[in-house]
């Protein structure tokens, strides 16, 4: 099983700073077949980036995500009021793990 | 609009049984992977099972191996979780979700509390 890491577990920024949110996997994440995702209180995740990458459908282009094999980043170019969430990592590439999240608060 | 509605959650006691479902519409539900995923605070996000298209093809994670049966009714646009021999660790949030580069819809959520 790939164990994903992510640091820090909670980031204190201001709005308008910029955030960068790391993941680290165990092992070789084949394929670079990583996701982040955003989570709010009450509501379901909801997909940002894919294949460590590529952004999905309407999200912002403040959000991007970089690196490969087992090191992986999530950087918020400038974190608006509604950025302010949990942010997780997930492998898709052996069976499906997820990290145990990142919160990003208000400082 | 893609979407996703889960139901069929509640309070259980250790050893029962609950099956949850899920309605898809807004796509066609028949062409994709679908998956359960559940989170706890103690655990986190779990991924739980997932079949493929025609339904052939199941996985589990192993602590729910041969307790939990994931199924899908393509002509209803449905999805099932049937959860047998509940345990207290089964205490979760249970969300359906679209299997696509992760998972890029997900239902509302479904609470599961397994208690005496």
């Known amino acids: 099983e790939i164990v994903l890491t992510q640091s820090p577990g909670t980031l204190s920024l201001s709005p308008g700073e910029r955030a960068t949110l790391s993941c680290r996997a165990s092992?070789?994440?084949?394929?670079?077949?990583l996701v982040w995702y955003q989570q709010k209180p009450g509501q379901a995740p909801r997909r940002l980036i894919s294949g460590a990458s590529s952004r999905a459908s309407g999200i912002p282009d403040r959000f991007s995500g970089s690196g490969s094999g087992t090191d992986f980043t999530l950087t918020i170019s400038g974190l608006e009021p509604e950025d302010f969430a949990v942010y997780y990592c997930q492998q898709y590439a052996t069976l499906k793990t997820f990290g145990q999240g990142t919160k990003v608060e208000i400082k | 609009e893609v979407q996703l509605v889960d139901s069929g959650g509640g309070l259980v006691q250790p050893g029962g049984s609950l099956r949850l479902s899920c309605v898809a519409s807004g796509f066609s539900f028949r062409s994709y992977w679908m998956s359960w995923v559940r989170q706890s605070p103690e655990k986190g996000l779990e991924w739980v099972a997932n079949l493929n298209e025609d339904g052939s093809k199941k996985y589990y994670v192993d602590s729910v191996k041969g307790r939990f049966t994931i199924s899908r009714d393509n002509a209803e646009k449905s999805l099932y979780l049937e959860m047998n021999s509940l345990r207290v660790e089964d205490t979760a949030v249970y969300y359906c979700?679209?299997?696509?580069?992760?998972?890029?819809?997900w239902g509302q959520g479904a609470v599961v509390t397994v208690s005496s």
């Open positions: 092992q070789t994440v084949m394929n670079n077949l």
């Open positions: 979700a679209r299997d696509s580069a992760g998972y890029d819809a």
